[in-house]
């Protein structure tokens, strides 16, 4: 064991916060809505996985940046491994039938997948930086973001994006 000693051992349980993980999962429904929990299950993991993928490709960028191709080869297998993953996912929310997701869905309200700030970002860092996109994703998406632990407020921007439809306090200096 390396650093202080602490009073109590790490655990499984404690580095990962597995308590604080698991209480995050509460489905709306009054009633017993089976699938709901899958649900919410799936969208969380593709959130976990979107903020690995920012990392990583962040890290492959450094990587390349200091002429360190070989290493960054390796993290691009890695962030591949990872896109595959995702696409697996879909697999098991097919599981689902549309009648099943149709029990919860009006809980739902106007949420939706495509509110998920870290997958516009990741379209971003990716290439995808149609204006028309940015400036709903800076106006809308962003301002929820503020405060995410460990997260940059604002993504890398082309350079020649427009941003005059974006709130000067969201536009990079």
Known sequence: MSGTHSQSATTYATYLQIP?????????????????LLFIVIHQTYELWFKTLLHELSRAAELLQVGR???????????R???KTLVSQVDILETMTPLQFGTFRDRLDAASGFQSAQFRE?????????????????CLVLPSMIGFPGHS?????????????VPIEFQRA
């Open 20 to 36: 604080e993980l698991l209480s995050l999962q509460q489905p709306r429904a009054s009633g017993p809505e089976h699938d709901e």
């Open 69 to 79: 191709s070989h290493d960054a080869v390796a993290t691009l297998g890695r962030i």
């Open 81 to 83: 491994t990872i896109f």
């Open 122 to 138: 990741l379209e971003i860092v990716l290439g995808q930086r149609d204006d028309a996109v940015l400036a709903r994703f800076f």
């Open 153 to 165: 407020p604002v993504p890398t921007l082309a350079p020649h994006a427009d941003l005059s439809g």
